[in-house]
């Protein structure tokens, strides 16, 4: 049986497929583009148009798809965007579940941390329920449309993913251009927590959560051990070998620049535990920022 994967060009999508295919698992991407081969399959969500021959019998769908969030500035035309490609490409996936004869037995669907807004330095886990601003809400009307898929039976697990850290792009991506130049700084305060896990870790905590059959609803995928936008800064400075910058970069610059992001995005704090893994038996492989960006870099 074959687990489908969307979003699979992306950072995440592309580190599970190949985690899986090393483990002799069928794997279908789903692509909004002509399929090249039997290992890919169409859907068009804005269209709602989803090839259903490949969910039919299929063990997991595990759900990644989404505009990014960082890539533009927040208009009020790309905060539409980042609603439907989440909210309504969900909904169309899961009406497509729910109209199989065999449908999957779990849906692992994307979400993210900043369910929780921000969080302070309070310890939060995934019994906290919704905070302010539009990632929050954004988040909510996300899952809620994934979880249409409980109504077929199928187990439903909602990934609340931190910040990832990985040498091949994503955020820590964005970053190091900056620190390699010897300008990587605190961000506002400095004392925003920053919850973070690395790729492996992610990668490990889905094939966990595939086959953890007692496990449904928000899950935190962060590390145990959050640390403040200082603390981050001054480990990434040293895991590269790079003096930082003593200054923080203030609040009224990031907003400057990036908008309503910087404020949501970088400067909000998020010190969550990963209750439901730890609780769970995941064995996290980088449970220290200094070793994860070691092991990343």
Same mark, same amino acid.
């Given at each position: 049986?074959?687990?489908?994967?969307?979003?699979?060009?992306?950072?995440?999508?592309? &580190?599970?497929?190949?985690?899986?295919?090393?483990?002799?698992?069928?794997?279908?991407?789903?692509?909004?583009?002509?399929?090249?081969?039997?290992?890919?399959?169409?859907?068009?969500?804005?269209?709602?148009?989803?090839?259903?021959?490949?969910?039919? *019998?299929?063990?997991?769908?595990?759900?990644?798809?989404?505009?990014?969030? &960082?890539?533009?500035?927040?208009?009020?035309?790309?905060?539409?965007?980042?609603?439907?490609?989440?909210?309504?490409?969900?909904?169309?996936?899961?009406?497509?579940?729910?109209?199989?004869?065999?449908?999957?037995?779990?849906?692992?669907?994307?979400?993210?941390?900043?369910?929780? *807004?921000?969080?302070?330095?309070?310890?939060?886990?995934?019994?906290?329920?919704?905070?302010?601003?539009?990632?929050?809400?954004?988040?909510?009307?996300?899952?809620?449309?994934?979880?249409?898929?409980?109504?077929?039976?199928?187990?439903?697990?909602?990934?609340?993913?931190?910040?990832?850290?990985?040498?091949?792009?994503?955020?820590?991506?964005?970053?190091?251009?900056?620190?390699?130049?010897?300008?990587?700084?605190?961000?506002?305060?400095?004392?925003?927590?920053?919850?973070?896990?690395?790729?492996?870790?992610? @990668? *490990?905590?889905?094939?966990?959560?595939?086959?953890?059959?007692?496990?449904?609803?928000? @899950?935190?995928?962060?590390?145990? &051990?959050?640390?403040?936008?200082?603390?981050?800064?001054?480990?990434?400075?040293?895991?590269?070998?790079?003096?930082?910058?003593?200054?923080?970069?203030?609040?009224?610059?990031?907003?400057?620049?990036?908008?309503?992001?910087?404020?949501?995005?970088?400067?909000?704090?998020?010190?969550?535990?990963?209750?439901?893994?730890?609780?769970?038996?995941?064995?996290?492989?980088?449970?220290?920022?200094?070793?994860?960006?070691?092991?990343?870099?």
């Amino acid at each position: 049986m074959a687990i489908i994967v969307t979003g699979a060009s992306g950072l995440l999508g592309t &580190a599970l497929a190949e985690a899986l295919e090393a483990r002799g698992r069928a794997v279908v991407r789903l692509v909004r583009r002509p399929p090249r081969g039997p290992g890919e399959a169409f859907w068009q969500p804005a269209e709602q148009v989803v090839d259903l021959a490949p969910l039919e *019998g299929a063990e997991a769908v595990v759900h990644l798809a989404g505009a990014p969030i &960082a890539e533009r500035r927040w208009t009020p035309a790309y905060k539409r965007e980042l609603l439907s490609s989440r909210v309504e490409g969900t909904r169309v996936l899961v009406d497509a579940l729910r109209g199989l004869s065999r449908p999957p037995e779990v849906l692992l669907s994307a979400s993210g941390v900043d369910f929780y *807004g921000d969080t302070g330095d309070r310890w939060v886990d995934e019994e906290q329920g919704k905070g302010r601003g539009f990632l929050a809400e954004l988040c909510e009307r996300w899952e809620g449309a994934a979880a249409g898929a409980g109504e077929a039976g199928v187990r439903t697990v909602f990934l609340r993913t931190g910040l990832v850290l990985s040498g091949r792009g994503g955020a820590l991506g964005r970053m190091l251009p900056i620190f390699r130049i010897g300008l990587g700084a605190p961000l506002g305060t400095g004392r925003q927590y920053w919850s973070w896990i690395s790729l492996d870790d992610w @990668v *490990g905590a889905v094939l966990h959560l595939l086959g953890a059959r007692e496990l449904h609803g928000p @899950v935190n995928l962060v590390s145990p &051990a959050p640390v403040t936008n200082t603390a981050f800064t001054r480990e990434l400075g040293k895991a590269m070998r790079r003096s930082t910058m003593p200054i923080p970069v203030p609040a009224f610059a990031l907003s400057a620049g990036l908008g309503e992001f910087a404020r949501e995005g970088l400067l909000s704090s998020h010190r969550l535990r990963p209750a439901k893994l730890l609780s769970g038996g995941y064995g996290f492989a980088h449970t220290s920022l200094d070793e994860a960006l070691r092991a990343v870099l």
